[in-house]
């Protein structure tokens, strides 16, 4: 197949960004999306240009480095896939494609197609942990926990942080990345002495990094490579009303 | 130099507390005025940065990624083993002890795995607390499967993400300290080059991988956590930025590096389609639980698998080892579907895989139980290949998964430069010649929870300390060795790319250094790896310049060092005139294609010391088996 790219190009942070378009032939439709990346960056590089720059590391779709909007949404078409799980038997031959970065202020540009996502480590320092020092744990099996509650902590605990959520919100919320962090932990007894301070600090911090609050479009979890559910958010707001009650 | 493996004395059973009680302490105030830094913020650097940052160090980690959170543990899938014998089928720390040094086929230290196995339940009960969703039974305990090259269920998993879950745990850990200014956090750099002070490690060099700046710092220990080298062959399991440079430039600075021909070829990966891959996918090996590996017996039967009868099909693991079956250790397995695609059995359009059937498994626990089991690695697979394991059968071959080689390492886990400490996939020393399945989660976070707290205790304890500040001449020379190397990368503008060198090395080191090697073989990729080096340093093409973000110049630098330790890899695997674990010499042999030791003369670990002018030179640590009797690897 060949297809016809347009890739957002932007030197650095503060330089004006534009589409250039690209031609790459000979794609093959077990090719996985990043790997035609590669193909074009091997044809830059031998015409003396230089190559798109992108994140990426896995390509397994777990790491969560990747983060390309194509045609518009992010992660591209496929429902539950990473850009780096996305293989070209889902385009079409003579396909024109758009591509370009996770777009919100919390998140500026770097290069090209690589975006600052520290406000996501800054979010988690604030409160998405449990603290307990190496050495103060009891046996493994001193507290039972109830397997679905557990099993539901695992459907929260399995976010990436890869950020879709945010390019995918209209007000490029983190609602979805904080509220899976707030509901892997609450739903776990290990969670509860914290559950208060945790929500109050990690959504607060949430707002300082310059990230919108959630409206309820749930373009969050449409993307979301993992499918982690919007419930989350509703519990956020739930315990955060609790803890903002509970507060002197 | 002797290499001195500094073994606590006494019984096996009592080193590691013998060790404990006389450890050397540094008081609370004191560990405050002490600097260390982290490189690497997998399991090893994650849980070792939290935990010396709990204890009052003061703190410097470093990741090449974007955030500490996307080390490559994360993907990790299967699970982690501990002795807790929750099931009640016969585990103890000693079982796991014998089947980690049998698995490893008597290639590594008593001493070390004995104290990997003591730490392995810790290691559960703090990922536990820690909020880690391992599966659970309905009573609410946690849940065990079993594993390749073990009887008894001792490993805990996240479904199918279990690095990913303990990561994430000793990432939030790190975040907490992060948070409380315990440790400074650079991400987006990488280490370039060591900084030896009076013979000791006192600082890096790193690259700021956005603005290209180099940067000086400053430290009483360096610990190196930056994972394992399989790279080297291009096409592994491994994320695009592992690599080998970070390690590579502290054996360039008196770092002995050891083993490095012990490489695993782990047995059920996604098979190459196409010369575009850019990486292999691994399928946990956990699948072998539920899976039946089988190809035809006709060579020339070319029927769709799910027509080809009981009768004509061969499940081969299951035939040749009956007591194991298809949970035989991943050497074996990988071995044996070389030997059957050699054969011409092999199915695909390549040849080159063989099939990993569920037929069975779900006929027998029904479709609920296998998804709850696999299910998100069934639908990774799918996502690949386009085809339903659920209606056929996987097709699977072996790829480059994990090195077992690495820096060399003493029981303290410190090499050979006074300071410099090695944690994790980066050191040789606990999996000998072949690593058993959900063993790697464990020696990471082992060494860095549990081990490293009190043995580079020990040595900051142990020294005195000269101030030493970023404008001594060995950060200037260090950060201009640097330099100069970078802006010749950037200045040779030749006709290739560094991908295509890449791929060129991988080609020599699977053909020659992969499943199974041969003197001759050895001797070409040597020869053919030193042209390579020379033609790279003449002709690659590094695109961009220096002062920015820039990949290509990142990965030229990193396939420079992988070219230089493909040679020692293919020297090591020459020199080592036997086969054990995940390194086959085919002149070496026992009469059913299983590997021979040579445990007169191979019982040692080989470390090589670089040598500014002229080839590596070769030193050997004896390994004492005292507890165990070496015998015949079996899982007949």
Same mark, same amino acid.
């Given at each position: 197949?060949?297809?016809?790219?347009?890739?957002?190009?932007?030197?650095?942070?503060?330089?004006?960004?534009?589409?250039?378009?690209?031609?790459?032939?000979?794609?093959?439709?077990?090719?996985?999306?990043?790997?035609?990346?590669?193909?074009?960056?091997?044809?830059?590089?031998?015409?003396?240009?230089?190559?798109?720059?992108?994140?990426?590391?896995?390509?397994?779709?777990?790491c969560g480095s990747c983060n390309m909007v194509i045609n518009g949404q992010a992660h591209g078409p496929n429902a539950r896939t990473a850009t780096?799980?996305?293989?070209?038997?889902?385009?079409?031959?003579?396909?024109?494609?758009?591509?370009?970065?996770?777009?919100?202020?919390?998140?500026?540009?770097?290069?090209?197609?690589?975006?600052?996502?520290?406000?996501?480590?800054?979010?988690?320092?604030?409160?998405?942990?449990?603290?307990?020092?190496?050495?103060?744990?009891?046996?493994?099996?001193?507290?039972?926990?109830?397997?679905?509650?557990?099993?539901?902590?695992?459907?929260?605990?399995?976010?990436?942080?890869?950020?879709?959520?945010?390019? $995918?919100?209209?007000? =490029?919320?983190?609602?979805?990345? +904080?509220? @899976?962090? /707030? *509901?892997?932990?609450?739903?776990?007894?290990?969670?509860?002495?914290?559950?208060?301070?945790?929500?109050?600090?990690?959504?607060?911090?949430?707002?300082?990094?310059?990230?919108?609050?959630?409206?309820?479009?749930?373009?969050?979890?449409?993307?979301?490579?993992?499918?982690?559910?919007? $419930?989350?958010?509703? =519990?956020?707001?739930?315990?955060? +009303?609790? @803890?903002? /009650? *509970?507060?002197? | 130099?002797?290499?001195?493996?500094?073994?606590?004395?006494?019984?096996?059973?009592?080193?590691?507390?013998?060790?404990?009680?006389?450890?050397?302490?540094?008081?609370?105030?004191?560990?405050?005025?002490?600097?260390?830094?982290?490189?690497?913020?997998?399991?090893?650097?994650?849980?070792?940065?939290?935990?010396?940052?709990?204890?009052?160090?003061?703190?410097?980690?470093?990741?090449?990624?974007?955030?500490?959170?996307?080390?490559?543990?994360?993907?990790?899938?299967?699970?982690?083993?501990?002795?807790?014998?929750?099931?009640?089928?016969?585990?103890?720390?000693?079982?796991?002890?014998?089947?980690?040094?049998?698995?490893?086929?008597?290639?590594?230290?008593?001493?070390?795995?004995?104290?990997?196995?003591?730490?392995?339940?810790?290691?559960?009960?703090?990922?536990?607390?820690?909020?880690?969703?391992?599966?659970?039974?309905?009573?609410?305990?946690?849940?065990?499967?079993?594993?390749?090259?073990?009887?008894?269920?001792?490993?805990?998993?996240?479904?199918?993400?279990?690095?990913?879950?303990?990561?994430?745990?000793?990432?939030?850990?790190?975040?907490?300290?992060?948070?409380?200014?315990?440790?400074?956090?650079?991400?987006?750099?990488?280490?370039?080059?060591?900084?030896?002070?009076?013979?000791?490690?006192?600082?890096?060099?790193?690259?700021?991988?956005?603005?290209?700046?180099?940067?000086?710092?400053?430290?009483?220990?360096?610990?190196?956590?930056?994972?394992?080298?399989?790279?080297?062959?291009?096409?592994?399991?491994?994320?695009?930025?592992?690599?080998?440079?970070?390690?590579?430039?502290?054996?360039?600075?008196?770092?002995?590096?050891?083993?490095?021909?012990?490489?695993?070829?782990?047995?059920?990966?996604?098979?190459?389609?196409?010369?575009?891959?850019?990486?292999?996918?691994?399928?946990?090996?956990?699948?072998?639980?539920?899976?039946?590996?089988?190809?035809?017996?006709?060579?020339?039967?070319?029927?769709?698998?799910?027509?080809?009868?009981?009768?004509?099909?061969?499940?081969?693991?299951?035939?040749?080892?009956?007591?194991?079956?298809?949970?035989?250790?991943?050497?074996?397995?990988?071995?044996?579907?070389?030997?059957?695609?050699?054969?011409?059995?092999?199915?695909?359009?390549?040849?080159?895989?063989?099939?990993?059937?569920?037929?069975?498994?779900?006929?027998?626990?029904?479709?609920?139980?296998?998804?709850?089991?696999?299910?998100?690695?069934?639908?990774?697979?799918?996502?690949?290949?386009?085809?339903?394991?659920?209606?056929?059968?996987?097709?699977?071959?072996?790829?480059?998964?994990?090195?077992?080689?690495?820096?060399?390492?003493?029981?303290?886990?410190?090499?050979?430069?006074?300071?410099?400490?090695?944690?994790?996939?980066?050191?040789?020393?606990?999996?000998?010649?072949?690593?058993?399945?959900?063993?790697?989660?464990?020696?990471?976070?082992?060494?860095?929870?549990?081990?490293?707290?009190?043995?580079?205790?020990?040595?900051?304890?142990?020294?005195?300390?000269?101030?030493?500040?970023?404008?001594?001449?060995?950060?200037?020379?260090?950060?201009?060795?640097?330099?100069?190397?970078?802006?010749?990368?950037?200045?040779?503008?030749?006709?290739?790319?560094?991908?295509?060198?890449?791929?060129?090395?991988?080609?020599?080191?699977?053909?020659?250094?992969?499943?199974?090697?041969?003197?001759?073989?050895?001797?070409?990729?040597?020869?053919?790896?030193?042209?390579?080096?020379?033609?790279?340093?003449?002709?690659?093409?590094?695109?961009?310049?220096?002062?920015?973000?820039?990949?290509?110049?990142?990965?030229?630098?990193?396939?420079?060092?992988?070219?230089?330790?493909?040679?020692?890899?293919?020297?090591?695997?020459?020199?080592?005139?036997?086969?054990?674990?995940?390194?086959?010499?085919?002149?070496?042999?026992?009469?059913?294609?299983?590997?021979?030791?040579?445990?007169?003369?191979?019982?040692?670990?080989?470390?090589?010391?670089?040598?500014?002018?002229?080839?590596?030179?070769?030193?050997?640590?004896?390994?004492?088996?005292?507890?165990?009797?070496?015998?015949?690897?079996?899982?007949?």
């Amino acid at each position: 197949m060949t297809i016809y790219l347009n890739v957002w190009r932007q030197e650095g942070p503060d330089k004006p960004g534009r589409f250039e378009t690209y031609t790459v032939p000979d794609v093959s439709p077990d090719m996985s999306f990043l790997e035609m990346f590669d193909v074009l960056n091997e044809q830059l590089t031998l015409e003396g240009k230089e190559p798109v720059e992108f994140d990426h590391d896995c390509r397994e779709g777990i790491c969560g480095s990747c983060n390309m909007v194509i045609n518009g949404q992010a992660h591209g078409p496929n429902a539950r896939t990473a850009t780096c799980q996305l293989h070209m038997r889902s385009f079409k031959d003579g396909d024109t494609l758009f591509v370009e970065p996770w777009r919100a202020s919390a998140f500026p540009v770097i290069k090209d197609l690589v975006v600052d996502r520290d406000a996501f480590d800054r979010i988690m320092e604030a409160g998405g942990y449990v603290s307990v020092n190496t050495g103060n744990a009891p046996d493994a099996n001193s507290i039972p926990i109830d397997k679905v509650a557990a099993d539901s902590a695992m459907d929260y605990a399995a976010c990436i942080g890869c950020g879709a959520c945010v390019a $995918a919100c209209p007000n =490029a919320s983190a609602s979805l990345f +904080v509220g @899976a962090k /707030l *509901a892997h932990l609450s739903l776990l007894p290990q969670g509860q002495p914290e559950r208060n301070r945790r929500v109050v600090n990690m959504v607060h911090q949430m707002k300082e990094e310059g990230f919108g609050d959630c409206s309820n479009h749930a373009e969050c979890e449409a993307v979301c490579p993992k499918g982690i559910s919007i $419930a989350g958010i509703a =519990a956020m707001r739930r315990d955060y +009303v609790k @803890a903002m /009650l *509970a507060a002197d | 130099m002797k290499l001195d493996a500094k073994e606590p004395a006494g019984p096996l059973e009592q080193k590691w507390d013998r060790y404990l009680k006389d450890l050397k302490l540094v008081s609370p105030n004191n560990k405050r005025k002490h600097h260390v830094i982290v490189v690497g913020t997998g399991l090893a650097g994650a849980s070792a940065a939290a935990t010396l940052a709990e204890l009052g160090y003061h703190i410097s980690a470093f990741c090449i990624q974007d955030s500490a959170r996307r080390a490559h543990s994360i993907a990790a899938q299967g699970g982690i083993n501990a002795a807790k014998n929750y099931p009640g089928d016969g585990d103890s720390v000693w079982r796991l002890f014998y089947d980690t040094i049998k698995g490893g086929d008597y290639r590594s230290r008593e001493s070390n795995v004995y104290r990997l196995a003591q730490n392995s339940n810790n290691i559960i009960d703090q990922c536990v607390a820690q909020g880690v969703p391992f599966a659970r039974e309905y009573g609410g305990y946690l849940a065990n499967r079993s594993f390749g090259g073990a009887q008894v269920s001792r490993t805990f998993y996240a479904r199918g993400q279990t690095g990913q879950q303990l990561l994430l745990g000793a990432y939030s850990a790190l975040s907490r300290q992060v948070s409380a200014g315990n440790i400074d956090m650079y991400a987006r750099r990488e280490m370039l080059d060591l900084v030896v002070v009076d013979g000791k490690a006192r600082g890096i060099i790193t690259r700021n991988l956005v603005t290209g700046e180099l940067e000086r710092y400053a430290a009483d220990a360096v610990l190196l956590c930056t994972g394992g080298y399989g790279n080297v062959y291009f096409l592994s399991t491994n994320a695009k930025n592992s690599n080998v440079t970070a390690a590579w430039r502290c054996y360039k600075r008196g770092a002995f590096f050891a083993n490095g021909c012990f490489t695993q070829i782990h047995p059920t990966c996604i098979p190459v389609h196409g010369d575009y891959q850019s990486k292999l996918t691994l399928m946990s090996e956990s699948l072998r639980n539920d899976g039946r590996v089988w190809v035809p017996k006709n060579p020339e039967d070319s029927r769709p698998p799910q027509q080809i009868p009981e009768e004509d099909r061969d499940y081969y693991l299951e035939r040749k080892y009956p007591s194991f079956g298809n949970l035989v250790p991943r050497d074996v397995a990988s071995r044996n579907a070389k030997y059957v695609t050699d054969e011409g059995r092999g199915v695909g359009a390549t040849g080159l895989s063989v099939y990993l059937d569920f037929r069975d498994s779900i006929k027998r626990l029904g479709r609920d139980v296998i998804s709850q089991r696999y299910g998100n690695l069934f639908e990774m697979y799918e996502r690949i290949t386009d085809d339903n394991p659920y209606q056929v059968p996987m097709r699977i071959y072996p790829a480059v998964h994990y090195t077992m080689g690495g820096t060399w390492v003493d029981y303290n886990l410190m090499t050979t430069v006074p300071g410099l400490f090695c944690l994790g996939e980066a050191n040789f020393s606990d999996h000998g010649a072949n690593r058993l399945g959900a063993s790697a989660l464990m020696q990471g976070l082992s060494d860095g929870y549990f081990v490293i707290p009190y043995t580079m205790g020990q040595y900051i304890a142990g020294e005195s300390f000269q101030a030493v500040d970023t404008e001594h001449d060995a950060f200037k020379e260090a950060e201009n060795a640097s330099r100069e190397r970078l802006s010749k990368l950037l200045s040779i503008n030749g006709n290739k790319t560094v991908l295509q060198f890449h791929k060129e090395l991988g080609q020599f080191m699977w053909d020659y250094v992969g499943m199974s090697r041969n003197s001759e073989g050895l001797k070409k990729a040597i020869s053919g790896i030193s042209a390579l080096k020379e033609s790279f340093w003449n002709d690659v093409r590094v695109p961009g310049s220096n002062d920015t973000l820039n990949k290509s110049l990142e990965f030229a630098g990193r396939v420079a060092d992988f070219l230089e330790l493909g040679e020692v890899m293919a020297r090591d695997a020459l020199e080592r005139e036997e086969s054990c674990g995940g390194h086959f010499r085919e002149e070496y042999q026992t009469p059913e294609g299983e590997a021979l030791r040579n445990d007169d003369d191979f019982a040692y670990v080989a470390a090589w010391e670089h040598q500014e002018s002229g080839p590596a030179v070769l030193h050997k640590e004896k390994l004492a088996f005292e507890n165990v009797k070496l015998t015949q690897r079996s899982y007949k």
